[in-house]
């Protein structure tokens, strides 16, 4: 199934994405989150209400998740893209970002106007589904509820502001986006390769596939739920590839007017227009 959370007028609700169109499944007022946390998503029927995508807004697919945490520096070539000399990290390198950073799908990405060093980072997105501490390796697949996609819109000169941390650069208002929708299991295989495309204005700057990463998704549960336990719609956002904007000589800076696409197969494509804040 392919699942997405909207806003039709004031009410925000979610619902089943069949072509061009969605079926209402938010009734009294549930949200994605609900069903997740209550182990019903399976049950999900196409029963309510159906509208053309186009009369909707997109929202991130879970829009008040406890926990969106953030992994750098997770594609093999990336770490070489640094040029330090150093070796594959022994263990991934985490941060975290609330949910208002995030727009949906169609949405503003908003350039904000302490800095001219806004970024693009495509990136493929772990939604859990069944919740756990202290997750077996070989059982941490059985917790994912479906797979989104996210531009992690940085500030890269922000994210030099501290010295041991990226967390101000990364939390922006609506400088990112996840979305368009999540993608179950049973359509996508997350243990198989996805291949991730970034693309600003048609042109291809990111390019690769998960069968680079260098901790996969598994590694990244298991890992995350040592220390923390996961919760049903929790969030992880699993690394971006080689060809974010600043790697480029001169840098490729967004610009008011952008249009930034996330594309995977089996997923679809997140895309979004850069704003200029007012």
């Known amino acids: ?41 399976g049950a999900l029927k196409h029963s309510g209400p159906e509208y053309p995508l186009r009369d909707v807004v997109l929202l991130p697919p879970v829009t008040q998740p406890e926990k969106i945490l953030c992994v750098g520096v997770n594609y093999a070539n990336r770490n070489e893209e640094y040029k330090d000399g150093s070796e594959r990290p022994k263990y991934p390198s985490l941060f975290m970002r609330t949910p208002g950073s995030f727009a949906g799908h169609g949405e503003p990405l908003v ?21 756990g501490r202290r997750i077996p390796r070989e059982r941490a697949l059985e917790h994912v509820a479906g797979l989104t996609l996210c531009n992690e819109g940085s500030v890269r000169d922000w994210l030099r502001h501290g010295k041991f941390n990226v967390t101000q650069g990364k939390n922006f208002d609506a400088s990112g986006s996840i979305g368009p929708w999540m993608v179950t299991p049973d359509e996508l295989d997350p243990s198989q390769p996805l291949q991730l495309t970034t693309r600003v204005n048609g042109e ?75």
Request: glycine share 12%; charged share 25%.
């Open 111 to 131: 350039k904000p106007r302490e800095s001219d060093q806004f970024d693009y980072e495509g990136e493929i997105v772990l939604v859990i589904g069944k919740g």
């Open 1 to 41: 199934m392919k699942i997405a959370s909207f806003r039709k007028g004031e009410t925000e609700s979610f619902g089943i994405v069949t072509g061009d169109r969605i079926t209402d499944c938010g009734a009294k007022g549930a949200s994605l989150l609900d069903v997740l946390r209550t182990g019903t998503l």
């Open 204 to 278: 291809v700057r990111q390019h690769d596939t998960t069968g680079n990463l260098i901790f996969t998704f598994a590694d990244l549960i298991a890992y995350i739920a040592t220390f923390t336990t996961l919760k049903p719609g929790d969030m992880i956002v699993t690394g971006t590839p080689t060809g974010a904007g600043a790697r480029f000589d001169p840098p490729k800076w967004l610009k008011e007017g952008d249009i930034v696409e996330i594309e995977v197969p089996g997923i679809g494509m997140l895309a979004n227009k850069v704003v200029a804040e007012r």
